[in-house]
């Protein structure tokens, strides 16, 4: 019996319209930084919260930086919206 192998999937090959996240200079240990555009990283956590991937929980006590004007909208955003009926 062969044994099974899995891949990851990057998508299509001829894909590139988007650019990769690049590494800031920041480094401590095993764990590195990351900056990315929102614009490229919101549309990914939004459809992973939509389909409640079981992995978002491996980062739920993650923190996050934003920038302080990003914080206060979202903060007035979610005092503001709506309540679901």
């Known amino acids: 019996m062969r044994a ?3 891949r ?3 998508g299509p090959e001829g894909e590139t319209d988007h650019r990769p996240a690049t590494p800031t200079a920041r480094m401590s240990g095993d764990n590195r930084s990351v900056t ?3 614009s490229h990283l ?3 956590l939004a459809d992973a919260v939509y389909s409640q991937r079981t992995w978002l ?3 739920a006590d993650d923190e996050v ?3 302080a004007d990003l914080y206060e909208v979202l903060m007035a955003y979610q ?3 709506r309540p679901v009926a």
């Open 36 to 38: 990315a555009k929102a």
């Open 79 to 81: 005092h503001f919206r």
């Open 57 to 59: 929980d491996d980062f």
């Open 65 to 67: 930086t934003v920038s």
């Open 4 to 6: 099974t192998s899995l």
């Open 8 to 10: 990851i999937y990057r």
């Open 42 to 44: 919101l549309p990914l």
